[in-house]
């Protein structure tokens, strides 16, 4: 399968941490289109619309109000038309018992959300890099596991 853009999708409540996220992607110049919600209940709808081209990536935020991170990933992960959908929490939490309860659930990366843009901006980078690798060498994606 030829991919042009990974496509992908932020869901955070924070509306600086959105516009710092599409701001690196932005800098990156990887070829992408970022689209961003606001919570794990807007995520689930947008996932769900028939007119939806589904991301590659998932970032996740684990405090969200409305849906948080944890049952939204819960949700995601129960319908098989999302399985080829790579999974990023997001998170200002570095807590091992999050990270592990994550991976427990299904996710495929856990981010420490970076306190500046120049780190941001590199973990950004190595994800894509390495989920584009998965995508275009037909890699398991079930073996995709990464902390940063």
Known sequence: MQYDSIIITLADDDEDDRLF???AFQELKINTIVNTVNNGR???NFLNHPETVLPNIIFLDLNMPILNGID???EIKRNDKFNDIAIA??????SDQDVENTFVLGANIYIKKPSNFNDLKK???DVVTINWQYHTNDLNKENFLLRL
């Open 42 to 44: 807007e995520l689930l």
């Open 123 to 125: 973990i950004l980078s």
């Open 72 to 74: 939204c990933l819960k």
């Open 21 to 23: 996220f599409t701001d």
């Open 89 to 94: 929490i997001y998170s200002t939490s570095s």
